[in-house]
């Protein structure tokens, strides 16, 4: 098969004679055409994935930023509950040293408020993770805890030798009012139950003093459940005296009081129903009745 062209020009008709291969041409500009937007297309959709992939790329390290600053502010905030608690402790602590070297004559070889002299050389180490530094406050502040038991011990020890007297547990909790209600089995006031009374009751004006039968170091000053404001202070050989239902407290952890001294006000806080002081001695643990030491001469 063939096609024939006739062409007009001024020097007459010229015949053009196409043969077959000419015939295939369009076929192969359409098959042609169609393979380079085919490729175009793939190549354009590719580019799309590219890009779609990036983007989500940068979404999950969004994310991952958010997780990790979530991360961050939590542990910044445990650092910062360590840190309150070792400052209270460590205040406590200097406060209760600086009672000690004061009351003994040391203050010119313990300076609780200068900052203790540390240094010596030292090898460069590897950079320190917060979870290490998280470890090493608990370790510090159960160190300081420690520190604390045994200051507060020390002076009962270092009392025995100058405070005999003084912490010889002896004499009434309060400075005016009557005995209430003795040690024993009583009917509850709140239930009318046969219930124990681990302490005497003495009763009087509200914001009558209430003064520490001994000397020795506050260990509780403050709210506990069922005594409202409570005193309790340790005077060494495992003997305790608590002092409840204060209207208000005038020690702290940690002070150190002499036998006598005013230590809080009589009121009403806690399980109560009037004002009253609940006065309980301890002795390694046990409660035992304060009566015998109330009454009891002054050693």
Do not use: C
């Amino acid at each position: 098969m063939s096609v024939t062209v006739f062409i007009q020009g001024r020097s007459g008709v010229t015949r053009w004679q196409l043969g077959k291969q000419w015939l295939l041409l369009p076929v192969l500009l359409l098959v042609s055409g169609t393979g380079l937007y085919q490729y175009n297309s793939a190549r354009f959709e590719n580019q799309q994935a590219s890009v779609d992939n990036e983007r989500q790329a940068r979404e999950n390290q969004k994310l991952e930023v958010m997780k990790l600053k979530e991360t961050t502010e939590t542990q910044l905030a445990t650092l910062t509950t360590y840190v309150a608690r070792m400052q209270a402790k460590v205040t406590r602590l200097e406060a209760l040293g600086q009672q000690v070297a004061q009351n003994y004559q040391l203050e010119d070889q313990f300076d609780f408020s200068a900052e203790a002299g540390v240094g010596g050389p030292s090898d460069l180490g590897s950079a320190i993770e917060l979870n290490q530094l998280i470890d090493d406050m608990n370790k510090l502040a159960s160190r300081i805890d420690n520190n604390d038991v045994q200051l507060a011990l020390l002076e009962t020890v270092a009392a025995n030798l100058h405070m005999d007297q003084e912490r010889f547990v002896s004499g009434r909790p309060v400075s005016k009012g009557y005995l209430s209600s003795p040690y024993g089995i009583r009917n509850d006031p709140f239930t009318g139950r046969r219930t124990m009374h681990k302490g005497i009751d003495f009763a009087g004006k509200e914001g009558t003093g209430v003064v520490a039968t001994a000397a020795g170091v506050v260990t509780w000053a403050g709210d506990m459940f069922g005594y409202g404001q409570l005193v309790e202070i340790d005077h060494g050989n495992g003997l305790r005296t608590r002092y409840g239902h204060n209207k208000t407290v005038s020690v702290a952890v940690g002070d150190v009081v002499a036998k006598g001294e005013k230590i809080a006000t009589m009121g009403n806080s806690g399980r109560s129903t009037g004002v009253h002081v609940h006065y309980e001695v301890l002795r390694a643990g046990q409660h035992v009745d304060p009566q015998k030491y109330v009454y009891r001469r002054a050693g």
